[in-house]
């Protein structure tokens, strides 16, 4: 690794407050590519005195542009003006006039287009091998495919060339390429980041997604470049744009074990293991779920309609040059001309019904957690079974946009022979603060360096409460905490986890009979003989919160709370006749503390 400061956002902004300039890193790019010595990364490249004309541009260092002098690179089926787009086809190619709205944005905040990556064509692959292009190497092991179909996006950001790189994600794409190369791969809800200027592969389902060296670099970029754009159909509004505040239990859904699958890959599968035990170790619960049809909806990515949808996107170009195509892209897109609407609607109504099939299991956790590929392939076993490989890659990604999901690939750790291993966070679209804050704490307590350089993740700076005034702050004491069963009456309305917190001395704790679930009752008796009691503090909007209070049943209700330092808070509290008979647990100081140790007394031999 050549000299210089580490890539990631924070430490080129440390280096820009410090009086460094962006010519310098322009500079440090070019060396840095020159060292990977991999001409299979970019397809082309922005002339290094055009850079420096563009950094001039820049004027001094603004602080207030969250990407000032931060280079990245674009995935060459997304339009950059000027530049051409190839889809890695070069018959198809063409220069487009207009940014893609999302690179416009990102331009817009300071960052530096250094050039277009390579792809698996027409971003049909999940192998990164399928380009008339030298083919990108793997940043950790050569002899390892890297991953696709943003196969040099991915090359690009694990080697320190740029910051931060887009991809696409259709059906793993911007996953399967980070997990293999040790990098942090975002792939937003659908329609947060818009589609415009953007070759499609399906366009219902398509995202443009980040790759970045860590999960804030990855996040800083989904935030700049997130929001409704009028040009495009399929856009829709990407919710908050922070990182949540992580809340203390999770349920982490995982496939069943019987259901896991890892195609003879030991190493992959211990590594996964070792990821679980860790999230259990930060006090989530892990919730094992049938995978069965996951794996159903992730089959039906490859037949009828969606296969229907790609030859769409270039069938005037496919029927008059056929021969321009890579022969495995060919391939599926010519199987296409076999099928009829009628197949293609067959196929809605299938997704239509393993959705309804499938929600409940997924609503009853908060998010689920997978490994982000089944195993490491080298080069050599996909030249045997090109197809068969490519599709078990997406085991674990395929399903994920048919079921309008929100993922974020991170690095977890490093396997036995020390390749590396990688989780994927999945939840419903708009969960994509809490799925990146999980996947922040993940990477940072993995101790990994930084994709395939030796630079070390950043400290992880603490994510402090965020109070919105349009938010009503509520107490929870009993069965709403986080990870306990009626904690999504919260979730589904959009509630958000504010901070830990304890009760006044005032307070007394009880056990209430006759509840289901199982629910103790808040009790201020008015002088200093009660204890303090551990408590939640969330957030809802108006309409949320009256709508959440109006199914408390007595003998709870909502009151006025005092915590330990003296701040009111809305939450929850009991009748006092209703304790009368009940068990006092003040002494517990807690309601998770009471269920865990019955818990505890429950297995114990």
Same mark, same amino acid.
């Given at each position: 690794?050549?000299?210089?400061?580490?890539?990631?956002?924070e430490?080129?902004?440390?280096?820009?407050?410090?009086?460094?300039?962006?010519?310098?890193?322009?500079?440090?790019?070019f060396?840095?590519?020159?060292?990977? #010595?991999?001409?299979?990364?970019f397809?082309?490249i922005?002339?290094?005195?055009?850079?420096?004309?563009?950094?001039?541009?820049?004027?001094a260092?603004?602080?207030?542009?969250?990407l000032?002098?931060?280079?990245?690179?674009?995935?060459?089926?997304?339009?950059?003006?000027?530049m051409?787009?190839? #889809?890695a086809?070069p018959?198809?190619?063409?220069?487009?006039?207009?940014?893609?709205t999302?690179?416009?944005?990102?331009?817009?905040?300071?960052?530096? /287009?250094?050039?277009?990556?390579?792809?698996?064509?027409?971003?049909?692959?999940?192998v990164?091998?399928?380009?008339?292009?030298?083919?990108?190497?793997?940043?950790?092991?050569?002899?390892?495919?890297?991953?696709?179909?943003?196969? +040099?996006?991915a090359?690009?950001?694990a080697?320190?060339?740029?910051?931060f790189?887009?991809?696409?994600?259709?059906?793993?794409?911007g996953?399967?390429?980070?997990?293999?190369?040790?990098?942090?791969?975002?792939?937003?809800?659908?329609?947060?980041l818009?589609?415009t200027?953007?070759?499609?592969a399906?366009?219902t389902?398509?995202?443009?997604?980040?790759?970045?060296?860590?999960?804030?670099?990855?996040?800083?970029?989904?935030?700049v470049?997130?929001g409704?754009?009028?040009?495009?159909?399929?856009?829709?509004?990407?919710?908050?744009?922070?990182?949540?505040?992580?809340?203390?239990?999770?349920?982490?859904?995982?496939?069943?074990?019987?259901?896991?699958?890892?195609?003879?890959?030991?190493?992959?599968?211990?590594?996964?293991?070792?990821?679980?035990?860790?999230?259990?170790?930060?006090?989530h619960?892990?919730?094992?779920?049938?995978?069965?049809?996951?794996?159903?909806?992730?089959d039906?990515?490859?037949?009828?309609?969606?296969v229907?949808?790609?030859?769409?996107? /270039?069938?005037?170009?496919?029927?008059?040059?056929?021969?321009?195509?890579?022969?495995v892209?060919r391939?599926?897109?010519g199987?296409?001309?076999?099928?009829?609407a009628?197949?293609?609607?067959? +196929?809605?109504?299938?997704?239509?019904?393993?959705?309804?099939?499938?929600?409940?299991?997924?609503?009853s956790?908060?998010?689920?957690?997978?490994?982000?590929?089944?195993?490491?392939?080298?080069?050599?076993e996909?030249?045997?079974?090109?197809?068969?490989?490519?599709?078990?890659l997406?085991?674990?990604?395929?399903?994920?946009?048919?079921?309008?999901?929100?993922?974020?690939?991170?690095?977890?750790?490093?396997?036995?022979?020390?390749?590396?291993?990688?989780?994927?966070?999945l939840?419903?679209?708009?969960?994509?603060?809490l799925?990146?804050?999980? =996947?922040?704490?993940?990477?940072?307590?993995s101790?990994?360096?930084?994709?395939?350089?030796?630079?070390?993740?950043?400290r992880m700076a603490?994510k402090?409460?965020?109070?919105r005034?349009?938010?009503?702050?509520?107490?929870? /004491?009993?069965a709403?905490?986080?990870?306990?069963p009626?904690?999504?009456?919260?979730?589904?309305?959009?509630?958000e986890?504010?901070?830990?917190?304890?009760?006044?001395n005032?307070?007394?704790?009880?056990?209430?009979?006759?509840?289901?679930?199982?629910?103790?009752?808040?009790?201020?008796?008015?002088?200093?003989?009660?204890?303090?009691?551990?408590?939640?503090?969330?957030?809802?909007?108006?309409?949320?919160?009256g709508?959440f209070?109006?199914?408390?049943?007595?003998?709870?209700?909502?009151g006025?709370?005092?915590?330990?330092?003296?701040?009111?808070?809305k939450?929850?509290?009991?009748? =006092?006749?209703?304790t009368?008979? #009940?068990?006092d647990?003040?002494?517990f100081?807690?309601?998770r503390?009471?269920?865990?140790?019955?818990?505890?007394?429950?297995?114990?031999?």
């Amino acid at each position: 690794m050549t000299a210089g400061p580490a890539f990631d956002i924070e430490s080129l902004r440390g280096f820009y407050r410090a009086g460094g300039t962006p010519r310098e890193i322009i500079e440090l790019v070019f060396a840095r590519l020159a060292a990977a #010595a991999d001409p299979g990364i970019f397809i082309s490249i922005v002339a290094k005195e055009t850079l420096f004309a563009q950094a001039a541009a820049l004027g001094a260092f603004d602080a207030s542009m969250p990407l000032w002098g931060i280079p990245f690179a674009v995935k060459d089926n997304i339009d950059v003006a000027a530049m051409p787009t190839t #889809a890695a086809c070069p018959d198809y190619a063409y220069v487009p006039e207009k940014d893609a709205t999302t690179v416009a944005r990102l331009k817009a905040a300071g960052a530096l /287009v250094i050039g277009k990556t390579n792809l698996d064509q027409f971003a049909t692959g999940l192998v990164g091998v399928r380009s008339p292009y030298p083919v990108p190497r793997n940043a950790i092991d050569p002899a390892l495919v890297p991953g696709g179909s943003s196969s +040099g996006s991915a090359v690009a950001t694990a080697h320190g060339i740029v910051s931060f790189a887009l991809g696409t994600d259709t059906a793993g794409s911007g996953r399967i390429p980070a997990g293999l190369n040790n990098i942090v791969g975002l792939k937003p809800s659908l329609g947060a980041l818009s589609t415009t200027g953007v070759i499609p592969a399906c366009r219902t389902l398509d995202c443009v997604s980040v790759f970045a060296l860590t999960v804030d670099d990855a996040w800083s970029v989904y935030a700049v470049a997130a929001g409704p754009d009028e040009t495009d159909a399929y856009s829709r509004p990407p919710g908050d744009l922070a990182i949540n505040v992580l809340p203390p239990v999770l349920k982490v859904g995982v496939p069943s074990r019987a259901d896991l699958r890892f195609f003879g890959d030991e190493a992959m599968a211990q590594a996964y293991d070792r990821a679980l035990d860790q999230l259990a170790h930060m006090g989530h619960k892990l919730v094992e779920m049938p995978f069965a049809d996951f794996y159903n909806v992730a089959d039906l990515l490859y037949e009828g309609a969606w296969v229907a949808e790609r030859y769409a996107a /270039v069938k005037d170009f496919f029927d008059t040059r056929e021969e321009s195509f890579h022969p495995v892209t060919r391939k599926i897109y010519g199987a296409a001309r076999t099928l009829s609407a009628v197949d293609a609607f067959r +196929g809605l109504y299938e997704l239509a019904s393993y959705k309804k099939k499938l929600a409940p299991a997924i609503e009853s956790v908060d998010l689920i957690c997978v490994p982000t590929a089944p195993r490491h392939y080298t080069t050599a076993e996909l030249e045997s079974e090109p197809i068969r490989e490519n599709s078990r890659l997406g085991t674990y990604t395929n399903f994920v946009n048919l079921l309008d999901m929100c993922a974020i690939a991170v690095p977890c750790g490093t396997r036995r022979d020390g390749l590396p291993a990688s989780v994927t966070l999945l939840a419903t679209a708009g969960k994509d603060g809490l799925t990146a804050a999980l =996947a922040r704490k993940l990477h940072v307590e993995s101790r990994l360096s930084l994709g395939a350089t030796q630079w070390p993740i950043p400290r992880m700076a603490a994510k402090t409460e965020r109070v919105r005034k349009h938010l009503i702050e509520i107490v929870v /004491v009993g069965a709403h905490l986080s990870g306990m069963p009626l904690n999504h009456q919260l979730t589904d309305r959009g509630g958000e986890f504010l901070r830990l917190a304890r009760t006044s001395n005032a307070y007394r704790l009880y056990e209430l009979g006759g509840q289901s679930p199982s629910k103790p009752g808040l009790l201020r008796i008015g002088n200093k003989t009660g204890g303090e009691i551990d408590v939640e503090i969330w957030q809802l909007d108006a309409e949320a919160f009256g709508s959440f209070t109006s199914e408390i049943p007595p003998p709870l209700g909502i009151g006025t709370v005092v915590l330990s330092d003296g701040t009111l808070v809305k939450g929850f509290l009991v009748e =006092a006749a209703a304790t009368e008979t #009940a068990r006092d647990i003040t002494a517990f100081g807690g309601w998770r503390n009471f269920v865990e140790r019955g818990e505890r007394e429950a297995t114990a031999p």
